[in-house]
Structure formats: structure tokens, C-alpha cells
């Protein structure tokens, strides 16, 4: 991209990458999710079990599927759906916690490090945003490598280095945590 972001927004909406699309869900894809429908801008092993987690919530929680809620990633080249990124809205003290996922079929291309770097560059124009944050499993060393590679650092739990957040009602054991800091915070 030639400019100092990661991404460059466009006036759908979208954040645009060099090869990605960062496109806002729609409540008709979240339904097709659910019901288990397959639209042909989709990769043939999307949606994966987290995007129909996802989906599930947006009626739960109608602001993530908002301007910093959810988006399907594209990929540019071809136009398939072969993930999903989104931030956990509203932020809590400055902070937001962002998940993602990239199909199976698409991973290893740098897909994942590159959408976290534009969503959370997106993340910090946010107003009062400073941190944006992740969880990981020990146990999950690909995306340990997707955080580091966005230029996220570990961090504890009382917000210092460490990165051990201690057990996790999710996942029954321990769990890392990541975060990424606004510039004009380092």
C-alpha cells in the first residue's frame, strides 16, 4: 500500500489491503451461516465452525455487524470469502479484543497477519481506542506466529509483559494474551 496505514478504507465501507478485502457481514450472509446456505462468493470450506459462532452472536449483539464489528475477509484477486476478523465491540477502557480465522484451504499465504494489521490500524481511528487485544491457546502456535507477525507483543494480565492471562472458562486451561498498542501510546 503507499500509504503509512495498513489499509486504505473505501467509501463502502471496506478496508481494503494489498491483497485483501475486509468487507462488513450482512445480516442475509449471517442467516445463510445459519442455515447452513452456500453462496458462491464463498471458498469452498467457508463458512468454518468460528464464522457460524459468529454469526449466532450478531443477533445478540446487532453492533457487531457495524462499521467496527465483524467483516469477512476476501481476497482480492478472485473475490472468495475465506475467513473472517472482527473486534469485539464497544471497547472497554480503551481496549478492544479482535478475533479471527482464515479457512483451511487459505492458510499459510499471510492472509491472517495482514487483515489483524489493517483491522486493528482500522481499530485505533476508533474514538479513545489505545489497545487492541487477543487471546490464544498455548496449544495453538500458528496463531501465536499470526499475532507476532501484526506486530502484537505478549501481555499480562495486570498489562505487563507475560502474557499469561491464567485459565480460561473457554477453553479449560491457560491462555496467552496478546495486545497491540496505538502509536502515539508506545
Same mark, same amino acid.
Request: aromatic share 10%.
Given at each position: 500500500m503507499s500509504s503509512s496505514l495498513s489499509f486504505l478504507p473505501s467509501p463502502t465501507g471496506d478496508l481494503i489491503t494489498d491483497r485483501?478485502?475486509?468487507?462488513?457481514?450482512?445480516a442475509g450472509e449471517a442467516g445463510a451461516v445459519l442455515k447452513d446456505a452456500r453462496l458462491a462468493h464463498w471458498a469452498e470450506?467457508?463458512?468454518?465452525?468460528?464464522?457460524?459462532?459468529?454469526? +449466532? *452472536? =450478531?443477533?445478540?449483539?446487532? &453492533?457487531?455487524?457495524?462499521?467496527?464489528?465483524?467483516?469477512?475477509?476476501?481476497?482480492?484477486a478472485g473475490g472468495p470469502v475465506v475467513?473472517?476478523? +472482527? *473486534? =469485539?465491540?464497544?471497547?472497554? &477502557?480503551?481496549?478492544?479484543?479482535i478475533g479471527y480465522g482464515v479457512v483451511v484451504s487459505r492458510r499459510g499465504r499471510g492472509y491472517a497477519p495482514e487483515a489483524v494489521r489493517a483491522l486493528t490500524g482500522f481499530a485505533f481511528t476508533a474514538p479513545g481506542v489505545h489497545t487492541v487485544y487477543?487471546?490464544?491457546e498455548p496449544s495453538n502456535p500458528p496463531s501465536i506466529r499470526v499475532l507476532e507477525k501484526a506486530g502484537f507483543r505478549p501481555w499480562g494480565p495486570d498489562g505487563h509483559p507475560g502474557g499469561d492471562t491464567g485459565p480460561s472458562e473457554n477453553s479449560g486451561g491457560r491462555m496467552l494474551r496478546f495486545r497491540a498498542t496505538a502509536p502515539d501510546r508506545r
Open positions: 485483501l478485502i475486509l468487507r462488513l457481514w450482512t470450506d467457508f463458512p468454518s465452525e468460528g464464522d457460524r459462532v459468529i454469526a +449466532g *452472536l =450478531f443477533a445478540e449483539h446487532p &453492533g457487531r455487524l457495524g462499521q467496527y464489528g465483524h467483516r469477512q475477509i476476501v481476497e482480492r475467513g473472517s476478523i +472482527g *473486534l =469485539f465491540w464497544p471497547p472497554s &477502557g480503551g481496549t478492544l479484543e487477543a487471546n490464544v
